[in-house]
């Protein structure tokens, strides 16, 4: 079984778009993040969730809002699309926000802005 | 945060040890070392984390001198299937901050 699960692993829109990515973990993790990973390879966190509570928002355009309906999901919805959204979306969990829990990421959402 | 820095490429063949140092010269006394190994179009996985001294698991060891402003992560033997980008972290709490990685290329 696939312990973060993102979908979709694809997604080609058009700029100015609506779209969201859902991120479910089957580990029983309190804690879920969002990163986002440019085309240099360096990955940034956006979000950081702990039992379904927002605890860590970086810098990141209010068109991106994190829903976290319970705490093995947490969304992405990300609106009015823009050429530099294009990235790889990775989700991930921890167990706790401890600096020794290690973080559990998925395979990431490619998401291309035409 | 602390800024660490690792070579951005290294070359292996297999069944070789490979040693990956990473520096972070500004560590705090909460701050955590971690790698992460990265594959094409996958997620990072956790390899190993320590404080201090040194931290063996199935998959690697991890080396850290007393001062702990560096650390050198240890793959033993490694395989074709080596081949990815190591990334070092040091942060406090659940903050990850990734830099650019090393992308260890291991030939036949």
């Known amino acids: ?114 | 945060l602390a800024k660490t820095t690792q070579p951005i490429s290294m070359d292996s063949y297999e069944g070789q040890e490979v040693n990956i140092t990473c520096s972070h010269n500004n560590i705090a006394t909460n701050d955590y070392i971690t790698w992460y190994q990265q594959f094409p179009s996958q997620g990072p996985r956790f390899i190993i984390q320590g404080y201090k001294t040194k931290v063996t698991n199935e998959v690697a060891s991890l080396f850290i001198p007393a001062d702990r402003k560096s650390s050198t992560l240890s793959l033993p033997r490694v395989s074709l299937s080596d081949t990815a980008v190591y990334y070092c972290l040091v942060n406090p709490g659940n903050m990850l901050t990734f830099g650019g990685g090393t992308r260890l290329m291991v030939k036949p």
Not at chain 1, 16 to 34: F, V
Not at chain 1, 38 to 67: A, C, G, H, Q, W
């Open chain 1, 1 to 114: 079984d696939t312990a973060v699960s993102q979908t979709p692993k694809y997604l080609v829109t058009q700029m100015g778009n609506d779209k969201s990515i859902k991120c479910e973990q089957n580990l029983g993790h309190d804690t879920m993040y969002w990163y986002k990973q440019d085309s240099k390879k360096f990955l940034k966190i956006m979000f950081s969730y702990n039992n379904k509570e927002l605890i860590i928002n970086e810098t990141v355009p209010n068109r991106f809002s994190p829903k976290s309906p319970d705490k093995a999901h947490l969304n992405l919805h990300i609106n009015s699309l823009e050429l530099g959204d294009s990235a790889v979306y990775f989700c991930a969990s921890s167990r706790g926000q401890g600096a020794n829990q290690p973080q559990h990421f998925g395979d990431g959402t490619r998401l291309s802005i035409l």
